[in-house]
């Protein structure tokens, strides 16, 4: 971030921030964090120090602080040089400090929610919410930060079920009610998401003395990856092999991949019941492979809601979570399991 003598601007603190400059500064009107410095009486140019307060407010905020407690610690910890701004305006920025920022206006009936609007979060940890402030504004960096920081601390399977899953269903929700406002919202989440799983995946080695893989795989005409990636990533947690093909894996080539691979459980992802395939299911659960006189057939999951209310017959599992999923696969192999299902997985 390029710096003059009198400090950078807002637009350049924005990019370095990965927020929008609207973001900076409605952050100056509402709570004070305002530059120490500015150019002719008019132009904003931020010192060092200020930079650091505005980090420091974006990442208390991802982490779920309400904005007005995030600023005032972020004024105490690095305001050694805000106390010049703040003194040229004591009443504004002092009671809007002092109290929680305005409740925004409900919309009239029959009109969309704006972007300022809360998700429909529910009972959710601390960090869901702050996952979900950092989505709205698009703040990818905080989301990223976020999301590692959850997985680190409370394990994939929980920052699965009780962070990233409930804030990407809300998204959706608000998506679904606000004539598509919020599609770059849902993108830029899920891919973050995605990175975070992957990440979590590759940084762990497999472990188990497993010989033969789990092979994942979204059934034709299905593009919903994101449980699978997260369940990929539990696997590996418990240092399993997999093999990941992703969305919508033409008949063919999941019938080529099961064949070449002799995997001992095969999960088949469905979102919508317009892509379960029970024939589909049904072949790969009658596949066979290995020597003459040994020959076996996989295990078939079948994960996701797409399979709901329908009779399984011998040969498939239903789970219903992500937890269950991991225990159902992990007995299979005879590795350790994750307890009791919370449920959340197909949902």
Known sequence: MAETSHGVTTGAVARHLGVSPTTVRSWEQR???????????????????????LEEMCRLTATGVPPAEAARVARSTHGGEQSVATEAQPHRVTEEVAAPPPAPTPPHRGRKAGYGSSLP?????????????AAVRLDGPAMQVLLEQVIKEYGLVAAWE???????????????SSDDRYVEVEHLLSWHVSTALRRAAVSAPVTSGATTPVVLACVP????????????????ELGLPTRMFGGAVPADALDAAVRRTGPGVVVLWSQARSTASHGLARHVADTTFGVRGAR????????????????????????????EALDVISRKHGEPTHGEPPGGYVK
């Open 31 to 53: 709570y004070g964090i305002g530059p120490a410095v500015r150019e002719g009486g008019r132009h904003r140019r931020w010192s060092p120090g200020d930079v650091a307060m």
């Open 121 to 133: 979060l529910g009972d959710v940890r601390q960090e869901g919410r702050g996952l979900a402030r």
């Open 162 to 176: 009780e962070v990233m899953a409930p804030t990407l269903h809300a998204v959706g929700r608000k998506w679904a």
């Open 221 to 236: 005409a299905e593009f919903h990856t994101l449980p699978l990636e997260a369940l990929a990533a539990g696997l590996a």
């Open 296 to 323: 076996t057939t996989p295990l078939v999951v079948l994960a996701g809601p797409g399979w709901a209310g329908r009779r399984l017959g011998a040969g498939f599992l239903r789970p219903n979570s992500l937890r």
